[in-house]
């Protein structure tokens, strides 16, 4: 069997920014108890690693006790939540995605210019939530076309569209279209909301999976970023399967299967990656090849609030910045380590941005 392996693939640099940040907590406070809002990201196998550190993970912040330290999750949360923490004298600690931050703070300048938001997305995801918060009596969600006719508009002339960032571009693209039908004088961001990551990811599927009889993905089930990979595939007319880890798959699925591309989403760790690759090396042979279709080289430091309290307590921030982790790079050694024969496919057409 031929083993393809998408680059980029993985954890995106907000990701590792949030992991990072329990990480550094865990460190710095290993007398008390870590609770997060929310799952820091959406991957169960990170969200049960840190459980098993002591690590709390809560749905409501009346379960964290007064003064106690709580992490918002890379998914953004709302103003009132804040004002809830800081009124019960919690120490909070943002772990959101910088890029999230970005479109909530186009939200808020544009609901003080007397702009309504249309907010492309899905409502119940953390992301959404969390952004609708800003500015809850001018925003309403968009999740289909079929949404336009019953959205309440004031004035045609004084809407923008603003779009959760891990939604796929097909789709976005879709209801952007429509929108734009529906009220020509439309106004859009100043620049693109989908993340870099989210894109890049997407952009490799496409451009990788009509070389493939099957697709695997490896994500979590409520990551939004992991199951609109799996779409992309299908709409490119490549079977495609969500996979938490290796122990999900099936031998049925590889009945006639020649190549299986190999990729993961936003929030999935790699080595759960290279757990499933040694898998199928073991069960069908072949060769893996990486094909690099985009580098990405985006990083993001430390939380402002995180440095903050590091220095309360004497520790310099300085030095404990998140360092990105090249993944290719890391596959291959890996690879070489457990004897598996592989190659590097340079496709790459442009640096990510």
């Known amino acids: 069997m031929k083993l393809i392996l998408a680059n980029p693939r993985g954890f995106c640099a907000g990701v590792y920014m949030a992991i990072d940040v329990v990480d550094q907590l865990l460190d710095i406070c290993p007398d008390e108890t870590i609770y997060v809002y929310h799952e820091i990201v959406h991957n169960r196998h990170v969200v049960d690693r840190f459980k098993s550190r002591g690590v709390r993970f809560i749905e409501e912040l009346s379960e964290v006790p007064d003064g106690s330290l709580v992490v918002f999750s890379a998914h953004g949360v709302s103003p009132a939540l804040r004002a809830e923490a800081a009124k019960r004298h919690l120490t909070a600690v943002d772990a959101t995605c910088p890029l999230v931050t970005k479109v909530h703070n186009e939200a808020i300048r544009y609901a003080k210019a007397g702009y309504q938001i249309l907010l492309v997305g899905h409502a119940d995801h953390q992301e959404i939530i969390g ?4 500015a809850p009596d001018c925003t309403q969600v968009v999740e289909c076309p079929e949404d336009i006719p ?4 004031k004035d045609p002339n004084k809407l923008v569209y603003l779009t959760q960032t891990t939604l796929s ?3 976005a693209n879709v209801i952007i279209a429509a929108l734009k039908k529906a009220f020509p004088g439309l106004k859009e961001p100043p620049s693109e909301d989908i993340c870099y990551a989210t894109t890049n990811r997407q952009r490799a599927v496409r451009a990788l999976a009509p070389k493939a009889d099957l697709v695997l993905v490896v994500g979590s089930r409520n990551s939004s970023n992991s199951v ?3 779409e992309i595939s299908e709409n490119m007319g490549t079977p495609a399967r969500l996979v938490d880890d290796r122990s999900e798959l099936r031998k049925e699925w590889f009945e006639g299967v020649g190549t299986v591309l190999v990729t993961a989403g936003a929030s999935a760790p790699e080595d759960l990656v ?11 042979g072949g060769e893996v090849e990486q094909h690099d279709v985009y580098h990405e080289e985006v990083e993001f430091g430390l939380p402002g609030t995180l440095k903050e309290l590091m220095r309360r307590r004497g520790i310099d921030p300085t030095g404990r910045r998140v360092v990105r982790k090249d993944a290719d790079q890391a596959m291959g050694a890996w690879l070489d380590r457990h004897g598996v024969a592989h190659r590097t496919v340079d496709l790459t057409v442009s640096a990510a941005k």
């Not at 952004?131 to 800003?134: D, Q, S, V, W, Y």
């Not at 019953?150 to 508009?153: A, Q, R």
């Not at 290279?274 to 069908?284: F, P, R, S, T």
Request: aromatic share 4%; net charge negative; proline share 0%.
């Open 131 to 134: 952004t609708r918060g800003e």
């Open 150 to 153: 019953g959205l309440m508009i």
């Open 169 to 171: 571009t097909d789709d």
């Open 228 to 230: 609109r990979l799996t």
């Open 274 to 284: 290279q757990e499933l690759i040694l898998e199928l090396v073991q069960a069908y």
